[in-house]
């Protein structure tokens, strides 16, 4: 069968090559600032929080620094501005974690 030069070419370039250089794979940027520790941030582990209390809220799928709460030591408000409840085990319990990554 008789195919015009410039058609094979056409055909070579839109199957690509095998031994050019390609681009790397994209990675996504992690999300906001690194983590300081703060209340609300992500965490793994006590040390990673300033309060010594990374907790981790399962049925949330969350697991934040955090800080022992009551009646008469409310939680602070989240990054966003929104009140944080007091769970039934004295600790605060954000909807989400703040902007940040380890």
């Known amino acids: 069968m008789y195919m015009p030069r410039f058609a ?3 055909a070579l370039v839109a199957c690509g ?3 050019g ?4 794979p ?10 300081t520790g703060a209340v609300y941030d992500i965490c793994t582990s006590n040390a990673q929080c300033a309060s010594q209390q ?3 809220y399962n049925g949330a799928a969350l697991e934040v620094c955090t800080q022992a709460c009551n ?12 009140a ?19």
Do not use: E, W, Y
């Open 21 to 24: 250089t390609t681009a790397p």
């Open 84 to 102: 944080v409840a007091c769970n039934t085990m004295g600790n605060c319990k954000p909807v989400i974690a703040n902007n940040c990554h380890r």
């Open 71 to 82: 009646a008469t030591t409310p939680c602070p408000n989240d990054a966003s501005g929104a």
């Open 26 to 35: 994209q990675v996504d940027a992690a999300a906001g600032a690194p983590c």
């Open 54 to 56: 990374c907790h981790m």
């Open 8 to 10: 094979f070419v056409l």
């Open 17 to 19: 090559s095998s031994g």
